[in-house]
């Protein structure tokens, strides 16, 4: 049976998928164009500023930008896109060259891999093993790190699962993955209020349960002591074997942390060593203010779900309703 495509899904060769925005966001954020360069210089003053920020409470600030499938896997593509040899992670990081910016170059790491087979998932955003292994490896060597041994001889299994962007298409469709796991010496020593809602199992399969969220992994086995707090997205926080998890077998201590916005007050009450930043590259299309407090949010957001009247009854106490 024939597939349909959903709004924002390109279809790609041999069943290839990519996500280019459900208004074409990601040929506005590839184009090369006044807007599209006025929007990196305001990433560059932001990314100066988080350097010095972080320098004043005693940390590096080191920056990641994630690329999109698309720029490194163009080959299955099929179909014209803007400047997908200079994209706009790349455009900004010649931007910040000059600047005293810790940059991770993850392109050129995973186009290297892609010479060996597929680094993202054909029916997802995400990586499969083999690119998140060339991330590991080119975050511990940004970060002065040697990769754990147990972690890049990660061992598994195949599975089949119908990923993000396979799920939308109808009917959906599923993809064969290797699913890779290694021993955790690691160990979770504290998660937040949304963390913790979400493993009630309460809100499973619903959206808008993962920005906000918290965790902190312990390592006293690790072979470097530093600690990190890394704020990111969903390349970097999750249960499963993704660079959360990777980093924790590297370092004494990692808080994560999914948010796209910097909460300055915990950095100051962790006093970390290192504040590492990662985020996707179609997620530059907003720059972020970092006025943000990650505990304060996950709260709100989880008495909001325990209390589901609670927005009514506010309306009707200040007359909105």
């Known amino acids: 049976m024939a597939q349909t495509g959903a709004r924002g899904i390109a279809v790609g060769r041999d069943g290839w998928l990519f996500w280019i925005g459900r208004k074409n966001e990601l040929v506005d954020l590839y184009t090369d164009s006044p807007a599209s360069r006025r929007l990196l210089r ?6 100066g500023t988080r350097v010095r920020r972080a320098r004043a409470l005693g940390a590096t600030y080191v920056h990641a930008v994630v690329p999109e499938k698309l720029a490194i896997h163009a080959d299955t593509l099929d179909r ?11 455009r900004l990081g010649r931007l910040l060259a000059e600047s005293e910016a810790e940059l991770v170059d993850l392109y ?6 892609r010479a060996e087979g597929p680094v993202y998932l054909k029916t997802d955003t995400h990586w499969n093993h083999r690119g998140y292994i060339a991330a590991y490896r080119a975050l511990c060597a940004a970060l002065g790190v ?7 001889a990660a061992s598994g299994e195949t599975a089949r699962f119908v990923f993000d962007l396979g799920g939308k298409l109808k009917p959906p469709v599923d993809e064969t993955y290797f699913a890779h796991a290694f021993p955790r010496l690691a160990q979770r020593s ?23 969220s918290r965790a902190v992994m312990r390592n006293p086995e690790a072979a470097d002591p530093r600690r990190i707090v890394l704020f990111g997205d969903s390349y970097v926080f999750d249960q499963g074997p993704r660079l959360t998890a990777m980093l924790a077998e590297s370092f004494a201590e990692v808080h994560a ?13 962790v006093k970390p060593d290192l504040v590492v930043y990662e985020i996707a590259e179609r997620f530059l299309r907003r720059v972020p203010t970092d006025r943000f407090s990650v505990d304060a949010f996950a709260e709100s957001r989880v008495r909001r779900e325990l209390n589901p009247n609670l927005v009514d009854r506010l309306r009707r106490l200040l007359g909105l309703r």
């Open 80 to 90: 014209p896109f803007p400047s997908l040899n200079d994209p706009p992670g790349k």
């Open 190 to 212: 504290e998660a937040n209020a949304l963390v913790q809602l979400r493993e009630t199992g309460r809100v499973a399969g619903r959206g808008g349960f993962f920005v906000g």
């Open 108 to 113: 050129e790491p995973l186009r290297a891999a």
């Open 42 to 47: 305001r990433w560059g003053r932001l990314v």
């Open 146 to 152: 040697t990769p754990a041994a147990h972690v890049l």
């Open 257 to 269: 942390i999914w948010s796209a916005e910097i909460d300055w007050a915990y950095v100051a009450a």
